[in-house]
């Protein structure tokens, strides 16, 4: 059930249309519908259901001599920095003149085998508005198969402390990460804690894959119906969450691997989304009943006919545009209720 929302700051400010654009204006998919700046498209049932499959089908088999997203260049006012800090490579975007305030930092998906690519930086873009933040800090850790377990942790802890080490109160760090970087946030957060650090004021948590040993049955109604992650969309990282090479020689139901089974006492307030045709939605019931049998404070929205990461790769969509109001929403409202740390 989604909440009222009130008018939303990345609107009013264009840059999510301006991200939006930077995505539709290379699509391999044709005459696509526009949405407006102040509403997303509205599609019900099948044709939602052709749309999404053309749009990723667009994205990962684009049509000779066509690319599904361009080189990244950031709009005016905003600063876009590469460079390596605590031996991570990192990337900032920044809003031209910000100091201090609400950082986001940026966890981002791939199963874990995929480098930050240009969809990721576009993604940053969204983030900086739906946190009110001055800079997403985008990590570009390790990635299997060279890089396994604990690389891409020992990276997001480091860059953690470099967020730190800047000045910014780990109470106003926002940790956002998308399916493996979902999974990469909680394996942070309770590092973070083993280690007696200050933990951050919010996380929010897309498609996140909570579960490298899942048995939920989502991960089999969805796995053809699901365009992004599924075993006819995207066969290639559909055997990669099925074999994670990640993992290495641990057991899959390790807590380190999986999150959902560790202790998560003490996390800060959760925001999780995944949509109803999403393999790991399941998975993120269960995320949602082991935070709060925990004590913790978590929230979980489903979002009807949408499938995997449906925000990064669609944000033209309505269902994208009330995911980016609700983590907005989320964050304000913690913030306000004075329960950052």
Request: aromatic letters at 8%; hydrophobic letters at 40%.
């Amino acid at each position: 059930m989604k909440t009222a929302i009130k008018p939303f700051r990345l609107l009013r400010t264009g840059m999510l249309a301006a991200a939006t654009a930077f995505l539709l204006s290379v699509s391999a998919c044709s005459a696509l519908p526009e949405a407006s700046s102040n509403k997303g498209l509205s599609l019900e049932g099948q044709a939602r259901q052709e749309y999404v499959a053309k749009r990723i089908r667009g994205y990962f088999h684009p049509a000779a001599g066509e690319v599904p997203v361009p080189p990244f260049a950031a709009p005016s006012g905003i600063t876009h920095r590469r460079f390596t800090a605590n031996g991570v490579k990192l990337e900032t975007l920044s809003r031209e003149g910000a100091s201090g305030g609400r950082a986001v930092l940026q966890l981002h998906g791939g199963g874990y085998v995929l480098p930050l690519t240009d969809l990721y930086r576009i993604w940053g873009l969204m983030q900086l508005e739906q946190a009110a933040a001055g800079t997403v800090f985008m990590v570009d850790y390790r990635t299997a198969p060279a890089h396994q377990y604990p690389a891409a942790l020992e990276d997001a802890l480091a860059a953690y402390r470099y967020i730190l080490e800047q000045g910014f109160a780990a109470g106003d760090i926002v940790v956002m990460g998308d399916s493996a970087g979902g999974n990469l946030a909680l394996a942070l957060a309770v590092r973070i804690r083993e280690q007696g650090l200050p933990e951050p004021g919010v996380m929010a948590l897309f498609s996140p894959w909570t579960s490298m040993s899942a048995s939920y049955p989502s991960r089999e109604t969805n796995k053809e119906r699901d365009q992004v992650l599924g075993v006819i969309a995207n066969p290639g990282m559909y055997n990669e969450v099925l074999r994670p090479s990640y993992a290495g020689s641990l057991p899959l139901d390790d807590p380190r691997l999986s999150p959902v089974n560790a202790d998560l006492s003490g996390l800060p307030p959760v925001l999780i989304q995944t949509g109803q045709y999403d393999m790991f939605r399941d998975e993120a019931y269960a995320l949602l009943r082991k935070i709060t049998m925990d004590g913790g404070d978590a929230r979980l929205t489903v979002y009807p006919g949408m499938p995997h990461d449906f925000q990064i790769f669609m944000p033209e969509l309505q269902e994208s545009r009330d995911s980016f109001r609700e983590v907005a929403d989320f964050i304000d409202a913690h913030y306000r209720a004075g329960t950052k740390r």
